[in-house]
């Protein structure tokens, strides 16, 4: 294998993710009317962050200066696993698809370590927030890549997402569906987009995410919101892998294709953005139920 | 042509949940309404051999009646009852969709089962066919509206015609018709006297019914 387009694909995990920012937030301004910024927005408030300096508070301690640098090393690890384009990843083992769900555990681990060492409730209410609703989303998860690994026989990611699932979707085509609805929920509760978390808003009643990451500036801040980009990029692939198991063969065309899914699957989360109101805090839990149920349907659907 | 028998059973399932996780009246209806339109596609697509007239009559019956016929005559009890529009369940929707995750388990071990007939086209047939019965109990069970329980009604015939597909070469059409006729029936009768009760008692809670034992 030659080592220039997995150089590419590495390339393109590293710039390409502020990107979807942008196309979402694009798409959220056409729909509601609006010129809106830029779609390289992103991109240049991660630079004007990156000139300011940071400011820490005495009763923080390093958990607090750890958080930021922590959380984004997390993702890069995890997106070394994650096929872009090759039929390889940069780094594949047996059973990797337990180590990369975990490293976004570790980010979100140390990510709410920081916000519990600043000593504010109001982040301390995000945090537990933040846990609650993740304990629901990683049994979800892990039952649609259980799905996955079941049709394609399979537990490392470059093989479940891989040649074979284009095949599977003949044979099994209504569990992937639901597994690939499943983690499509599961992706918009992660990434705090619309219908879990309103990304948009600093409202103490509606946040998740925002909360936790309030008392972070400058440089700090540049990282928190560069890492949680790679994080929508990185659940953003795997979904477009899945529903697009599309292998030419040709390196730059099935580049292409995974980036026109990249593109498409952010103009898509923009319209549910647009379309749908946040949910009540209380319906929050069930919508993940919903998608752990669909992924335990398909689950049984691949078993029996 | 096995996958779009495959593809329907697995929404028909799903429209279980939605009717299970939904808080809004006239979203459940829908979903019932749509489960039945759905199922009125199946004779058609699993006949061996030729299409026999009683199967293209059969489905165009059952889409007129659960697809058109019920959902106005429930949306306009609704609306003239002047009824909320919202379910109040006795077990919460994020324990019922896990009742109803278990019930799916249980229906797909209990068909595993079962014996399976050779004329049987699909093998997701009986346990969608289960999972639509025991979620149908369930609705009936926790839900305490009036027109809950004719949803779950509604739902319980839409599992037993299910079952009934299995057999879809010798089925004869008249216990079909029949069963038809009997929903239509007690659908039509059910949306006049929740009418009457919604009018003279402003409440259509069947939990306060019991109370009006003398």
């Not at chain 1, 379309?275 to 919903?290: C, D, G, K």
């Not at chain 2, 399932?13 to 809004?24: D, H, T």
């Not at chain 2, 639509?132 to 779950?152: D, E, F, H, Y």
Request: include cysteine.
């Amino acid at each position: 294998m030659s080592v220039i387009p997995l150089l590419l694909s590495l390339g393109l995990a590293l710039v390409c993710p502020p990107l979807l920012l942008g196309v979402i937030h694009k798409t959220k301004a056409i729909l509601t009317g609006r010129v809106g910024a830029p779609v390289l927005q992103p991109y240049y408030d991660l630079w004007k962050l990156l000139q300011k300096g940071a400011v820490y508070s005495r009763t923080t301690s390093w958990v607090f200066r750890a958080g930021p640098l922590v959380s984004p090393a997390a993702f890069l690890t995890a997106a070394l696993f994650v096929p872009l384009t090759t039929p390889s990843a940069l780094l594949s083992f047996w059973g990797d698809v337990v180590l990369w769900a975990y490293l976004i555990g570790v980010a979100r681990f140390i990510t709410v370590l920081a916000a519990l060492d600043t000593g504010s409730s109001f982040e301390g209410m995000g945090a537990s927030r933040e846990v609650t609703f993740a304990s629901l989303a990683e049994p979800a998860l892990f039952v649609a890549l259980a799905v996955i690994a079941k049709v394609t026989g399979s537990v490392q990611l470059s093989e479940m997402f891989g040649p074979v699932l284009g095949q599977a979707w003949r044979t099994a085509g209504p569990a992937l569906a639901l597994a690939a609805a499943s983690f499509f929920l599961v992706l918009l509760a992660e990434n705090a987009r619309m219908p879990v978390d309103d990304p948009t808003t600093h409202l103490e009643l509606t946040m998740i995410h925002e909360v936790m990451v309030l008392d972070h500036s400058g440089p700090d801040f540049a990282f928190i919101l560069y890492g949680s980009a790679l994080k929508l990029f990185l659940f953003s692939v795997l979904l477009v892998r899945l529903l697009v198991p599309v292998h030419i063969g040709v390196v730059w065309l099935d580049l292409v294709i995974v980036v026109a899914g990249l593109l498409g699957l952010a103009v898509l989360i923009g319209i549910v953005e647009s379309s749908m109101a946040r949910l009540r805090l209380i319906r929050v839990p069930q919508l993940l139920v919903t998608s752990g149920v669909l992924a335990a349907v398909g689950l049984l659907l691949v078993w029996r | 042509m096995a996958q779009g028998i495959d593809l329907i059973l697995v929404l028909a399932m799903l429209l279980n949940f939605l009717v299970l996780g939904s808080s809004r009246l006239r979203a459940c209806i829908r979903a019932v309404a749509f489960q039945g339109v759905l199922l009125s596609i199946l004779p058609l697509l699993l006949h061996q051999g030729d299409l026999a007239v009683h199967m293209v009559a059969l489905s165009a019956g059952m889409l007129a009646l659960k697809g058109v016929l019920f959902p106005w005559l429930l949306l306009r009890t609704l609306r003239d009852g002047s009824m909320r529009a919202e379910i109040e369940p006795l077990i919460g929707f994020t324990a019922s969709l896990l009742v109803g995750a278990v019930a799916t388990v249980v229906a797909f071990v209990l068909s595993s089962r079962l014996p399976s007939l050779p004329s049987m086209t699909s093998s997701l047939l009986v346990p969608a066919a289960m999972t639509t019965l025991l979620i149908s109990l369930v609705v009936l069970v926790s839900r305490t509206k009036a027109l809950t329980q004719v949803l779950g009604y509604l739902m319980l015939e839409n599992g037993i015609f299910l079952f009934g597909l299995t057999l879809v070469q010798s089925m004869p059409l008249l216990v079909e018709l029949g069963v038809l006729l009997d929903l239509f029936a007690g659908v039509f009768i059910m949306g006049i006297v929740i009418y009457h009760i919604s009018r003279e008692f402003d409440h259509i809670d069947t939990y306060h019914l019991t109370t009006l034992k003398g």
